[in-house]
């Protein structure tokens, strides 16, 4: 089965900092990506859409020059939270769609972010 | 806009109990609908994937059920075990033209089931 493995699975990290999250499909290739962000307690809300070789369609709300994303081959997607505040802090998780069109979502373990 | 609701937003039943958790959605032109699991501080795990064709699927104690003129879909739960005490998230696809692809989810049901 379609297989997404995302690190790190969390990060501690100053305010001001850059951090990065990897999101890789190990067993199928990924034209598209999708980054979520889940608050405690909530469901999960798209932040963009990661596609290989063009820019990343962004949410209404969500800054795309502080949430870099670069998706760069077919089999890896990254998101940078650029100059970390408290605020960032969440979960993030990544999905991708197996090939078929019979295939759902393929999730990554998602990656703790705690700035502090 | 699609919205999602699922409903109840917590759930606690005893062992052994047959359980139906639910999930509306307010435009029925939808591609697909998947239900996940999420244990805490994880990620989502897929459970089931009805396409819009289709009625229900089954995957061991496990059965989801898709109405798409009304909106809803259940997912039933046969005799409950502590091992499926987690948060239940649906979510649905909306049609593939244009770039709809993503997926809308619910607010998630939280289950636990006591021994």
């Known amino acids: 089965g379609a297989v997404v493995s995302q690190h790190p699975s969390w990060v501690i990290c100053k305010s001001g900092t850059s951090v990065k999250i990897e999101c890789r499909s190990l067993d199928f290739q990924a034209t598209t990506m999708f980054w979520y962000r889940q608050f405690p307690k909530q469901s999960l809300m798209l932040m963009a859409t990661s596609n290989e070789g063009s820019k990343a369609t962004y949410e209404q709300g969500v800054e795309k020059d502080k949430f870099l994303i670069n998706h760069a081959s077919l089999t890896l997607s990254t998101l940078t939270v650029t100059s970390a505040h408290p605020e960032d802090s969440s979960f993030y998780i990544c999905?991708?769609?197996?090939?078929?069109?019979?295939?759902?979502?393929?999730f990554g373990s998602g990656t703790r972010l705690t700035v502090v | 806009k699609q919205e999602v609701t699922q409903i109840p937003a917590a759930l606690s039943v005893p062992e052994g109990e047959n359980l139906v958790l639910n999930c509306s959605f307010t435009?029925?032109?939808?591609?697909?609908l998947q239900w996940f699991r999420q244990d805490p501080g994880k990620g989502l795990t897929s459970l089931l994937l009805?396409?819009?064709?289709?009625r229900e699927q089954t995957s061991g104690r496990l059965n989801a059920s898709l109405d798409k003129s009304s909106g809803r879909s259940t997912l039933y739960i046969a005799a409950s075990q502590p091992g499926d005490s987690a948060t239940y998230l649906c979510?649905?696809?909306?049609?593939?033209?244009?770039?709809?692809?993503?997926?809308?989810f619910g607010s998630g049901t939280q289950l636990t089931v006591l021994p």
């Open positions: 435009d029925s032109a939808i591609y697909n």
């Open positions: 979510a649905v696809r909306q049609s593939p033209a244009g770039s709809a692809r993503q997926l809308t």
């Open positions: 999905s991708a769609r197996g090939q078929g069109t019979n295939y759902g979502y393929t």
């Open positions: 009805i396409q819009s064709s289709q």
